[in-house]
Nanobody
Framework: QVQLVESGGGLVQPGGSLRLSCAAS????????MGWYRQAPGKQRELVAY???????HYADSVKGRFTISRDNVKNTVYLQMNSLKPEDTAVYYC???????WGQGTQVTVSS
């Protein structure tokens, strides 16, 4: 059983920054890709970014140049650094252990003045 625990969400003004963290239990973390997804009210959950087990990042077009995904395989943690935040980035953000299909509980990000 794998548990994923997100943290770091909150309220931020447009143009601000937040750093999300997702801590995973278990020793298999480094093998699999990890993804960050988000779901805004009334919308489908969408992929924001993912990072392979080897550390190669991939981004949705909507966040390229603003968000950075990274991982620390010693700490079993994946991060999402979010800069230049926009109101349309408001959503619940979830981390996901790819292939095995585990989800975290989500953390709310609200971008508003």
């Amino acid at each position: 059983q794998v548990q994923l625990v997100e943290s770091g969400g909150g309220l931020v003004q447009p143009g601000g920054s937040l750093r999300l963290s997702c801590a995973a239990s278990g020793s298999i973390f480094s093998i699999y890709a990890m993804g960050w997804y988000r779901q805004a009210p009334g919308k489908q959950r969408e992929l924001v970014a993912y990072i392979t087990g080897g550390g190669s990042p991939h981004y949705a077009d909507s966040v390229k140049g603003r968000f950075t995904i990274s991982r620390d395989n010693v700490k079993n943690t994946v991060y999402l650094q979010m800069n230049s935040l926009k109101p349309e980035d408001t959503a619940v953000y979830y981390c996901h252990l790819e292939t095995l299909g585990y989800w975290g509980q989500g953390t709310q990000v609200t971008v508003s003045s």
